[in-house]
């Protein structure tokens, strides 16, 4: 099957129209249709022959096409049962061992296809929107961490990913993502640049894996940390982490020894900690109460 033309609307509804494949707006279906965003935004996936890569909601293959191009081995994560056979039929040419469709809800099926394959090299995607925050929270919770990742996304989500402690969009998932990752905002995307017009902006965010990224000693604990630190913005460090379930068998007096001991001001508010700050703390409050286990 031939590739249509991925710059023109006009173009791609009579070929998804001819060939009866509607759009689905459940599936937050808008394309790419501007090359040189496609082009910018697959430059920053650095991607080269021998790269193990996964795109996310591949639609009609626009930004596939660049990647096979480019040598990767590409594994695209897709929910559309019409675009699956559409993109089969458009990359035939290529053997499994460079191009392979994963049909399904990517939340339910990446973890599988990372236990079969091991974590890849990369992984991109013009997300949909009802899933972005979700999917790069999981990947990252999980450990599954691959040297880069490139997302497009709603211009909030990609704003609060990039956002720094103490700023108004700083939050629980920027804590998160920075506890992995270098996390950068690179550039806005036009909706003009998408068929059909999207409602909300967007952007492209890049992710490059930190060199050691932040472990801390517990880290279902450093995890409810980060989430619990944010839980009610107004309160200080002290009362957020009294509210936290992890944390109920320790009384206040043990709370203030772990944050005296990370050398974090009570008093504070949970947005003012930097991730590597957060573990501290972590760790000062694991090592609080292993000694209360004695
Ligand atoms: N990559 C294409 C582009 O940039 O032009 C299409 C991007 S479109 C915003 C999102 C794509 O993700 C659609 O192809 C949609 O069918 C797919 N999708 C939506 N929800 C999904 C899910 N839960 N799992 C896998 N794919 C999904």
Not at 128 to 134: E, L, R
Not at 263 to 277: H, I, K, N, Y
Request: proline residues 5%; glycine residues 8%.
């Amino acid at each position: 099957m031939e590739l249509p033309d991925f710059d023109s609307p006009a173009k791609l509804r009579d070929m998804l129209e001819g060939n009866g494949w509607a759009m689905q707006k459940k599936f937050g279906q808008n394309f790419l249709v501007s090359p040189g965003v496609r082009g910018k935004i697959i430059d920053l996936v650095d991607l080269r022959e021998g790269i193990d890569a996964w795109e996310i909601g591949p639609g009609v293959g626009s930004m596939t096409s660049l990647a096979l191009d480019r040598g990767a081995h590409l594994i695209a994560f897709e929910i559309d049962r019409g675009f699956v056979t559409m993109l089969n039929g458009f990359f035939a040419g290529f053997p499994p061992e460079r191009f392979e469709i994963v049909q399904g809800d990517v939340l339910k099926t990446w973890r599988s296809e990372s236990e079969r394959r091991g974590v890849p090299d990369r992984i991109f995607g013009n997300l949909p929107y009802n899933i972005a925050a979700t999917l790069i929270a999981d990947f990252v919770e999980s450990g599954i961490l691959p040297e880069r990742m490139v997302f497009t996304l709603q211009k909030e989500v990609a704003v609060r990913m990039a956002a720094k402690p103490g700023t108004a969009d700083y939050s629980s998932f920027s804590a998160l993502c920075a506890s992995a990752y270098t996390v950068k905002y690179e550039f806005e995307i036009k909706r003009g640049s998408f068929w059909p017009i999207p409602r909300v902006d967007s952007a492209a965010v890049s992710m490059v894996r930190r060199e050691t990224p932040l472990a801390s000693r517990d880290r279902g604990l450093f995890l409810a940390l980060i989430r619990g630190l944010f839980a009610s913005r107004r309160k200080t460090i002290r009362n957020n982490l009294r509210s936290l379930s992890a944390l109920n068998t320790l009384a206040a007096p043990e709370l203030d020894a772990a944050m005296g001991a990370a050398g974090v001001d009570p008093a504070a508010r949970g947005e003012t900690l930097s991730v590597e700050e957060m573990a501290s703390l972590a760790d000062a409050l694991s090592d609080v109460m292993k000694r209360g286990e004695r």
